[in-house]
């Protein structure tokens, strides 16, 4: 009875150390480049893998039609990839 408690210990606290490390990687920023673009009442990052709608603060519409590098945590919603965006800096190259 002894051993198998101890083993519903390890699983559980295996069980709980996959959660915080998947919680830990669904949090990390990412940082994507591609040109910013107006599609309606929406501002869109377009890069080489697809659109991103962009959320946050840090979204200046003097960007539209700039090539940008936005750094943010990316998300899927509604079938759409949507970044919260942290900062955004004009690419020049």
């Given at each position: ?14 069980a709980?150390?996959?959660?915080v ?15 910013i673009?107006e599609?309606?009442?929406?501002i ?41 965006v ?8």
């Amino acid at each position: 009875m002894k051993a198998f408690k101890k083993k519903i210990v390890t699983g559980m606290v295996a069980a709980l150390f996959m959660v915080v490390a998947t919680a830990g990687l669904a949090l990390a920023e990412d940082s994507i480049t591609g040109t910013i673009a107006e599609k309606g009442d929406v501002i869109v990052l377009d890069a080489a893998d697809g659109s991103y709608v962009l959320e946050g603060n840090d979204m200046a519409t003097d960007m539209v039609g700039k090539k940008v590098k936005v750094t943010g945590t990316v998300a899927e919603k509604e079938n759409m990839k949507v970044i919260n965006v942290v900062s955004m800096e004009e690419v020049t190259e």
